[in-house]
């Protein structure tokens, strides 16, 4: 398991920008399949995007369609951070959000954790409002 941190929420306006980090002290070795989810008062728990990496230049990504061409997920592998990159946010975006990791063999299957999340390490979470 992985000991998760987020950082860099906030309160903002609508159409402004955010960008969310993701401290990890993870197993050393192996790939990992990363995610960001929400969750909003009321609401059950969204997947926003997964992120895989096999070390070999190749990315996996996979996006929610609420917020495809809005959010961007990265990963500083040297800096052991996942990065949720925010723009136009709306304030249909206010949630706590959660980063989450799980080892993983099948790291192009990454995706399919956005709909069937099945993570052994979760983050606090952190708190996202946009305005109107």
């Known amino acids: 398991q992985a000991h998760l941190v987020e950082s860099g929420g906030g309160s903002v306006q609508a159409g402004e920008s955010l960008t969310l980090s993701c401290v990890g002290s993870?197993?050393?070795?192996?790939?990992?399949?990363w995610a960001w989810f929400r969750q909003a008062p009321g609401k059950e728990r969204e997947g926003v995007a997964t992120?895989?990496?096999?070390?070999?230049?190749?990315?996996?990504?996979k996006y929610a369609d609420s917020v495809k061409g809005r959010f961007t997920i990265f990963r500083d592998k040297g800096r052991n951070t996942l990065y949720l990159q925010m723009q136009s946010l709306t304030p249909e975006d206010t949630a706590m959000y959660y980063c989450?990791?799980?080892?993983?063999?099948?790291?192009?299957?990454?995706?399919?954790?956005?709909?069937?999340?099945?993570?052994?390490?979760w983050g606090q979470g952190i708190q996202v409002t946009v305005s109107a």
């Open positions: 993870t197993y050393t070795g192996g790939t990992f399949c």
């Open positions: 989450a990791a799980v080892a993983t063999v099948s790291p192009s299957r990454c995706g399919e954790q956005l709909s069937t999340p099945n993570f052994d390490s």
């Open positions: 992120y895989s990496s096999p070390g070999t230049g190749t990315y996996f990504k």
